[in-house]
């Protein structure tokens, strides 16, 4: 196990540097993340793994830009980040699917600067590559919940984007259709090749997916190890690495609860 | 459909029973009311007064989906506009249209202009309350989804908001529409010569019918169960049923 930022810092595309948050809520303030550094590189897949409320959400949403940190900078290709921008697609779980449209309306929701004959083209490769195909004119409330969540990674992929943020994407499925869907996802990372941040509190899900985890611990939230993943896809769940890594963080996570 | 037909001929014949046994010389049973329809359709008002009616209401009603709906995105959408026009709004909406008429015939004088006003502030209410709150209500995570997106905020309204809340308008116009329909019986007792509120009054007034009394009654609560039969088809469109259902 090993903090192994140092040799990534060249090519980072994303970069937070000495990020904090505090909210205040009846004249109190209650501080959630501290002081966090942290560099995702260009198409890196990573995980940040922590216990429930504990402020990974929050980072997940300083870095998207739809909040503004207390501290600390944000930037993307050496860009502050000023706000939330079509570069950068956040993945809700399936609940931010918008049920007054169509599968097809709903991918060409975020492409409507492009003429009609490239949006219909676009619509139509990624209703294809996240499997919705001949469910083109159904409306969301006919899809079951693993259907929707495709269809959201689906918006998110059709107007390109450089990274993508997933906050526990895959929270409100069932276990099958969540190893289904970690499948699917992995997949499609390989053919796009995005830098993807995933907020999860599951380990399993972590270690199966991540190139890196990075341990949060309790509120207020600091990054308390980063473990490098350094098993190639697909991965042997029951492997001895595995195995050794996962539960390497098991321990990590079990001491962060001994405050 | 079977058991509403089959309750509703029931309590015909229990009208007309109870007329017959009572005995009552000025209350009609179903039959003097079938006569009485028959009659005002050979007199040809009965189609020119339904349609009267109707026009009254959807001009009155239309005049508030035109303002009221625009007005309320626009307080939904800011919300410390909604600070300043809500205590209005809240003080104004629980006065009765009855007790704007002496007003509206300052205004509008005796006649169509005022009783089209009339069913136009009762319907402007549930129109402008259900569009801002539909505003309001419209999940964070749409409007951060639109706004991920790049779209400008007119954009926004347009595509995300309005959609969003639509469901929640819907319910408010039928609302309204009841109302207005319900305000239009009211309206046509005191301000004009035509319609089937006139017809209740006129029809006590001048001879005591009251067969063309519940003829009357019973056409307007005919034609109100079908505005909202047909509000209620607009419904189940698929673009706006997910926010009828429990699952969205």
Redesign the interface.
């Known amino acids: 196990m090993q903090a192994g930022m140092e040799k990534r810092t060249v090519e980072a595309k994303l970069r937070a540097k000495g990020v904090g948050m505090s909210f205040k809520r009846d004249g109190k303030v209650t501080p959630v993340l501290e002081n966090i550094d942290l560099d995702v590189g260009e198409g890196e897949f990573l995980c940040l793994l922590g216990p429930s409320g504990c402020g990974k959400s929050t980072l997940l949403n300083i870095v ?1 830009g ?1 909040l503004e940190p207390t501290s600390g900078t944000v930037t993307i290709d050496g860009e502050p980040v000023q ?4 570069r ?3 993945v ?1 779980q399936e ?2 699917v ?4 169509t599968v097809e309306g709903n991918v060409g ?2 492409l ?1 600067r492009l003429t009609r004959a490239e949006r219909e083209q676009r619509v139509a490769h990624y209703i294809k590559l996240v499997g919705l195909r001949g469910f083109e004119k159904a ?3 006919e899809l079951s919940g693993g259907m929707k969540q495709r269809l959201e990674v689906a918006r998110a992929l059709a ?1 390109n984007p450089d990274v993508l943020y997933l906050d526990e994407p895959f929270g409100a499925l069932d276990s099958i259709t969540r190893l289904i869907m970690r499948g699917e996802l992995l997949r499609i990372w390989e053919a796009e090749r995005k830098t993807i941040v995933f907020v999860t509190h599951d380990i399993e899900e972590a270690v199966q997916l991540a190139d890196r985890v990075v341990v949060m611990s309790t509120r207020p939230a600091r990054i308390q190890t980063i473990v490098e993943i350094d098993i190639p896809h697909p991965r042997d769940i029951s492997s001895p690495r595995y195995l050794e890594l996962r539960d390497g963080i098991f321990e990590e996570i079990g001491l962060a609860h001994k405050i | 459909m079977f058991w509403p037909l089959l309750l509703g001929a029931a309590l015909l014949g229990a009208w007309h029973v109870s007329v017959l046994w009572s005995g009552s010389k000025i209350f009609p049973s179903p039959l003097d009311v079938r006569r009485g329809l028959a009659e005002l359709a050979r007199r040809g008002v009965l189609w020119g007064y339904i349609g009267d009616s109707l026009r009254r209401v959807l001009v009155g009603f239309s005049v508030a989906v035109v303002l009221g709906v625009p007005s309320g995105l626009a307080l939904g959408w800011y919300p410390a506009a909604a600070q300043v026009v809500n205590p209005v709004i809240q003080m104004v909406r629980p006065i009765s249209p009855i007790a704007w008429i002496p007003i509206a015939i300052v205004w509008f004088g005796v006649g169509e202009r005022s009783a089209v006003f009339l069913i136009f502030v009762a319907a402007l209410f549930p129109i402008l309350v259900a569009s801002m709150n539909g505003v309001r209500n419209v999940p964070s995570i749409f409007r951060r989804a639109g706004r991920n997106f790049g779209l400008s905020p007119l954009r926004l309204l347009a595509t995300v908001v309005f959609p969003a809340s639509l469901p929640q308008i819907i319910i408010g116009l039928r609302i309204a529409l009841g109302i207005a329909w319900l305000v239009v019986v009211a309206a046509e007792m005191i301000a004009v010569d035509s319609g089937l509120g006139y017809l209740v009054i006129d029809a006590r007034n001048s001879g005591k019918r009251y067969d063309l009394v519940v003829a009357a009654m019973l056409m307007i609560g005919l034609i109100g169960l079908c505005l909202d039969i047909g509000f209620r088809k607009l419904e189940a469109v698929k673009a706006v049923r997910w926010g009828f259902r429990n699952e969205g």
């Open positions: 998207a739809f706000g939330p921008d079509p950068r697609i956040f809700f609940r931010g918008f049920p007054w449209l929701f975020g409507f409306y969301p409330q107007v």
